[in-house]
């Protein structure tokens, strides 16, 4: 099974809000969904979908579990709850949210749940998110490469976690990029401006191309229906090779998130 190279992130997104926004990119062509048990938003994500129309069968739906869940005792359950919230049998994908290495929960409980929740078909793939080499190497030694569908990392042309990147293709691990306009900085870059200028699209476009030529999956969020339209056309916009230059000329470690009790440290 492969993971959608685009699909629609619903981070900061609750209530009346997520729910417009989920319908509005459906209505509008995506099919993947991204949501975790602390965004508190599963259950409106579960009505959107439930409402669009669209066919389970065509929907990807990715969550992941949050840090209080890990234990082993706990990790089903709370997997099962989120499927009630979704209104759905199984989800596509489910991650592991964080490493959070003092959380008093070991990768090894952590990690195996998680396989046990493929096992008993809740999920069809699992993976990681924000994970680093040695935690994520951690997870490979205890399931294999194999098992592990994905790293879900924040990845902007400010943030290009080139060392990690380089360790998860060894792997043949997908990257999953979040994060990949840097809340609107990179949106108001003269470089990235100047590439939109160029092929008549918008800024956000080339952030996504960009992530999206080097192999990454992409889940952008927004509020606007436009927006949603407007960045779904990034998967038909080829940058060349100055353009991909110039943009891998951007990095600055410009990291936007890293939680101090969840995060490792970083690569």
Same mark, same amino acid.
């Given at each position: ?6 699909g ?5 997104l ?15 062509g ?14 409106e ?12 069968? %065509? ?9 209080a ?32 290495? $003092? ?12 396989? %046990? ?6 999920t #069809? ?78 800024? #956000? ?9 080097? $192999?990454y ?22 940058? $060349? ?22 995060a490792?440290?970083?690569?």
């Amino acid at each position: 099974m492969s993971i959608p190279l685009f699909g629609a992130g619903t981070f900061r997104l609750q209530g009346q809000t997520v729910i417009d926004s989920v319908r509005n990119a459906l209505e509008v062509g995506y099919r993947a969904i991204d949501t975790a048990q602390i965004y508190e938003n599963e259950a409106e994500i579960g009505m959107a979908i439930a409402s669009s129309g669209v066919p389970r069968k %065509e929907l990807f739906i990715t969550t992941k579990i949050w840090v209080a869940n890990y234990a082993k005792d706990k990790l089903i359950p709370s997997l099962k709850e989120s499927l009630v919230k979704l209104r759905t049998d199984h989800v596509d994908l489910t991650l592991i949210h964080w490493p959070a290495p $003092g959380n008093g929960v070991s990768v090894e409980e952590y990690m195996g749940a998680l396989a %046990e929740a493929k096992q008993q078909g809740l999920t #069809a793939q699992i993976g990681i998110s924000n994970f680093n080499i040695a935690t994520a190497s951690q997870a490979i030694d205890l399931l294999g490469a194999d098992a592990i569908a994905t790293n879900q990392i924040e990845l902007s042309p400010y943030l290009q976690n080139r060392a990690l990147v380089e360790f998860l293709r060894q792997q043949r691990i997908h990257v999953t990029s979040y994060m990949t306009l840097a809340y609107g900085k990179v949106l108001r870059d003269p470089a990235i401006i100047a590439i939109a200028a160029r092929h008549g699209a918008t800024p #956000a476009q080339v952030a996504l191309a960009w992530a999206m030529q080097l $192999g990454y999956s992409v889940i952008p969020s927004s509020t606007s229906r436009a927006n949603l339209a407007s960045n779904l056309l990034a998967q038909q916009l080829r940058l $060349g090779e100055e353009d991909m230059a110039q943009i891998a000329a951007l990095e600055r470690n410009g990291r936007e998130v890293s939680p101090e009790s969840l995060a490792p440290v970083w690569d």
